[in-house]
């Protein structure tokens, strides 16, 4: 066997020194996941292409009733079970989770499909976000739109899933029609956290105009805590200040499950955040991006190198990524930005204005060395090759569905 034929062995049964695997749903109306292999220098290469058995929202977003990149509004919509024994996505335009068997070579199969109990209405549905707890079996399904926002299923052992009856909201008593982001487990499974992007879902106003009523900038309160039970059940909520305007996505230090980074997408920069044993919110003062090209910037999904001294945040409306130095408990800019601005088609439009390439989920390899950005409106997946100083170098791209991909997760 040649040298290059032993590596790719390697990579293929899941050898993280020499390579590994990179996952994608394509969120297309026949709803599909991507398995890209991943080279021990970075460079990815598509193994297969599989269907969910249920359905995307396409180039739909249900939320502002156009096509555009990052359709509904979400993060973390494919995951992998820490065992990696499971892969995990959801399916937006049914509201449905489909589940799949990981092979020692990668490979996935598909194992069952089962809605998460809200009906879609219209031309899409809106489940967006997924966190699984091991002790209990219990996977979290958030909805963009309530008023049932988390649903709950069990996954068993061979991978079959079960619809539970719970179902929570995150609205309040004045906001009953609030529209999320993401769905994270603290580290130790005792509370589920939810990021909002709106306290009240985008309507036209009567000139025609549309309106957009922003969470956590009129009152603190679009940060949401669930206390989980052990039977993974959730308790009544908590609304906390998210730092800034839209607390759009939630990441954990890998060693200091205490603290976690808050990316404020109207807020534009990164906070840094604490949860005590009763579920209290801490946060220190927000680090702000470069806004010059305009605001807000979106910033919205992170990426936390493994040593917890690096993030990289990705900025939805600029079409790049910003990296960040963590000292402690302090965030400081690294590399703003870090990578060359993404072109687009030209067709979409950010909040501020710029025309955009919409890039929404990223994910960085285990060991730290490369991350992979999603740019919808480029129809590109990109990999990087991280350097030291926090910035990136791009090393691979590969072409993916216009506007519609959503979730990365690999190993």
Same mark, same amino acid.
């Given at each position: 066997?040649s040298?290059?034929?032993?590596?790719?062995?390697?990579?293929?049964?899941?050898?993280?020194r020499?390579?590994?695997h990179?996952?994608?749903?394509?969120?297309?109306?026949?709803?599909?996941?991507?398995?890209?292999?991943?080279?021990?220098?970075?460079?990815?290469?598509?193994?297969?292409?599989?269907?969910?058995?249920?359905l995307?929202?396409g180039?739909?977003?249900?939320?502002?009733?156009v096509?555009r990149?990052?359709?509904?509004?979400?993060?973390?919509?494919?995951?992998?079970?820490?065992?990696?024994?499971?892969?995990?996505?959801?399916?937006?335009?049914?509201?449905?989770?489909?589940?799949?068997?990981?092979?020692?070579?990668?490979?996935?199969?598909?194992?069952?499909?089962?809605?998460?109990?809200?009906?879609a209405?219209?031309?899409?549905?809106?489940?967006?976000?997924?966190?699984?707890?091991?002790?209990?079996?219990?996977?979290?399904?958030?909805?963009?739109?309530?008023?049932?926002?988390?649903?709950?299923?069990?996954?068993?052992?061979?991978?079959?899933?079960?619809?539970?009856?719970?179902?929570?909201?995150?609205?309040?008593?004045n906001?009953?029609?609030?529209?999320?982001?993401?769905?994270?487990?603290s580290?130790?499974?005792?509370?589920?956290?939810?990021?909002?992007?709106?306290?009240?879902?985008?309507?036209?106003?009567?000139?025609?105009?549309?309106?957009?009523?922003?969470?956590?900038?009129?009152?603190?309160d679009?940060?949401?805590?669930?206390?989980?039970?052990?039977?993974?059940?959730? /308790?009544?909520? @908590? %609304?906390?200040?998210?730092? &800034?305007? !839209?607390?759009?996505?939630?990441?954990?230090l890998?060693?200091? #499950? *205490?603290?976690?980074?808050?990316?404020?997408?109207?807020?534009d920069?990164l906070?840094?955040?604490?949860?005590?044993?009763?579920?209290?919110?801490?946060?220190?003062?927000?680090?702000?991006?470069?806004?010059?090209?305009?605001?807000?910037?979106?910033?919205?999904?992170?990426?936390?190198?493994?040593?917890?001294?690096?993030v990289?945040?990705?900025?939805?409306?600029?079409?790049?990524?910003?990296?960040?130095?963590?000292?402690?408990?302090?965030?400081?800019?690294?590399?703003d930005?870090?990578?060359?601005?993404?072109? /687009?088609?030209? @067709? %979409?439009?950010?909040?501020? &204005?710029? !025309?955009?390439s919409?890039?929404?989920?990223?994910?960085m390899? #285990? *060991?730290?060395?490369?991350l992979?950005?999603?740019?919808?409106?480029?129809?590109?997946l990109?990999?990087?090759?991280?350097?030291?100083?926090?910035?990136?170098?791009?090393?691979?791209?590969?072409?993916?569905?216009y506007n519609?991909?959503?979730g990365?997760?690999?190993?």
């Amino acid at each position: 066997m040649s040298n290059k034929q032993s590596v790719t062995t390697q990579a293929m049964h899941g050898d993280t020194r020499h390579g590994g695997h990179l996952y994608m749903q394509t969120n297309e109306t026949r709803n599909a996941v991507i398995h890209y292999l991943r080279s021990p220098s970075g460079t990815i290469t598509e193994v297969e292409r599989i269907l969910t058995g249920g359905l995307g929202s396409g180039a739909f977003s249900p939320i502002y009733q156009v096509s555009r990149p990052n359709d509904f509004e979400g993060a973390g919509s494919l995951i992998l079970t820490p065992d990696r024994r499971f892969l995990l996505t959801t399916n937006a335009g049914d509201n449905s989770v489909s589940s799949f068997g990981v092979g020692k070579d990668g490979r996935l199969t598909l194992l069952d499909v089962k809605p998460t109990g809200n009906a879609a209405t219209g031309r899409s549905g809106t489940a967006d976000s997924l966190a699984y707890a091991s002790s209990s079996g219990t996977l979290f399904v958030l909805h963009a739109f309530g008023p049932d926002h988390v649903r709950l299923m069990s996954l068993d052992g061979e991978g079959k899933l079960t619809a539970r009856p719970e179902r929570y909201s995150v609205n309040t008593q004045n906001k009953t029609d609030r529209v999320t982001t993401m769905a994270v487990l603290s580290p130790d499974e005792r509370f589920l956290l939810v990021g909002t992007i709106f306290d009240e879902r985008p309507s036209v106003n009567p000139d025609g105009t549309r309106k957009y009523v922003l969470a956590n900038t009129q009152d603190p309160d679009g940060l949401v805590v669930l206390p989980v039970g052990g039977d993974g059940t959730l /308790g009544a909520p @908590t %609304f906390h200040d998210g730092g &800034g305007g !839209v607390p759009f996505y939630m990441a954990f230090l890998h060693d200091r #499950p *205490d603290r976690f980074i808050i990316g404020t997408a109207v807020g534009d920069g990164l906070v840094m955040s604490t949860i005590d044993s009763d579920g209290r919110i801490g946060t220190g003062p927000l680090v702000p991006i470069d806004t010059s090209a305009g605001k807000p910037s979106e910033l919205c999904w992170l990426a936390i190198s493994p040593d917890d001294r690096s993030v990289f945040a990705t900025n939805f409306g600029y079409s790049n990524i910003t990296s960040y130095r963590i000292d402690g408990t302090e965030l400081a800019i690294a590399r703003d930005p870090a990578c060359p601005r993404v072109p /687009g088609d030209g @067709t %979409f439009r950010a909040f501020n &204005g710029t !025309v955009s390439s919409g890039p929404s989920d990223s994910w960085m390899t #285990p *060991d730290g060395a490369y991350l992979y950005q999603i740019y919808g409106n480029a129809s590109k997946l990109l990999g990087y090759a991280i350097q030291p100083d926090g910035s990136l170098n791009e090393i691979t791209s590969v072409g993916i569905p216009y506007n519609s991909p959503q979730g990365l997760a690999g190993f």
